[in-house]
Each structure stands twice: as structure tokens, then as C-alpha cells.
């Protein structure tokens, strides 16, 4: 019964048999969205999904590891619990820092599209250290932190660009 919650946990449910290509590409874009649902239609306070968001993070230590015998692969393209964690990290930062603005949901929308973009885009091009992570651990460590560093390329890229407009702009 738990290693099937397992499995289901890290493949975020819906991403477990249903879609066979892009799936990591697919879990970002519903992250983005469900994040935006649920701090904006739903109005979950920021700090309570944080928290939650820690506690997928941790559990999902527990949840790969045991997972991680059924696949084949090393990192296995069903697994997308990580990149539910890394597109979270640029998303919730900004609704912490930024929850005094007041911006309008196509706003919001706009950035967290450009989030979501600097994340695949890291993500995808491995830049160093997510390609260093990715290749020397191959457990769950590896499968985890390699989206956590480029959710932080993204909120980098995001306060590069911020500075850049105070000053330059």
C-alpha cells in the first residue's frame, strides 16, 4: 500500500501512466498553474503552501528511495515530484518577498510563465553545477537537487533582472 502511494506521490499522480511524453516539461506547467490556482483563486496564504512545499520536499526523499528499484533508469522520466520542488522554489520566493505588491492575475500569469520558461531552460541545458549533480549521483540526491539549483538559476536570473531595472531601466 505505501510503495504504490510512493510511486503515486513522485509521478504527482496524474503524471503516472497517462502522459508519455515531456512529462517534466508537463509537471512544470501544472505546478505553475496549480500554484497559481491555489494562491490566487483559492487564496491558500503563501507561508502555508511554503510549508507544505518542505514537506513534499522532504518526504519525497523517502518516497524516490523507495520507488527507485521499480524503475529501470537511473532517473527515471516517470519520477516528476522534482520538478514539482524545483518550479516551486522561484514561484513561492516571489509570493513571499513580493506579498505586498498588488498585481493583476494576467500579471502574475506573465511571470510566473517566464519562470516556468527559465526553469525548462535550465533544466534542459544543465548548466554547471545542475550537469555536475546530475551526473555524479545517480540516487535520490541527484534526481532531487539538479531541479533545485535551476529553480535558484531562475530566482538568480529574476533578481539580476530586477537590479538591472532599478538601475538600468
Not at 17 to 41: E, H, N, P, V
Not at 56 to 76: E, W
Not at 99 to 112: A, G, K, P, W
Request: charged share 20%; glycine share 4%.
Amino acid at each position: 500500500m505505501i510503495n504504490k502511494f510512493n510511486y503515486y506521490f513522485v509521478t504527482l499522480f496524474i503524471f503516472a501512466d497517462s502522459i508519455q511524453k515531456f512529462r517534466g516539461t508537463w509537471a512544470s506547467l501544472f505546478t505553475t498553474l496549480f500554484l497559481f490556482f491555489i494562491i490566487y483563486i483559492i487564496k491558500i496564504p503563501v507561508l502555508i503552501i511554503a510549508l507544505l512545499i518542505l514537506v513534499i520536499f522532504f518526504y519525497s526523499f523517502v518516497a524516490i528511495k523507495s520507488c527507485l528499484k521499480d524503475f529501470k533508469d537511473d532517473d527515471p522520466q516517470e519520477i516528476v515530484v522534482d520538478e514539482f520542488i524545483g518550479q516551486s522554489i522561484p514561484i513561492i520566493l516571489y509570493e513571499l518577498f513580493h506579498s505586498d505588491r498588488i498585481n493583476s492575475n494576467i500579471e502574475v500569469l506573465q511571470i510566473y510563465f517566464w519562470f516556468f520558461l527559465l526553469f525548462r531552460l535550465f533544466d534542459g541545458l544543465k548548466p554547471f553545477p545542475i550537469d555536475y549533480i546530475d551526473k555524479k549521483y545517480k540516487n535520490t540526491f541527484g534526481i532531487i537537487f539538479d531541479d533545485i539549483l535551476a529553480g535558484i538559476y531562475v530566482v538568480i536570473c529574476f533578481i539580476l533582472y530586477m537590479v538591472g531595472k532599478t538601475f538600468f531601466f
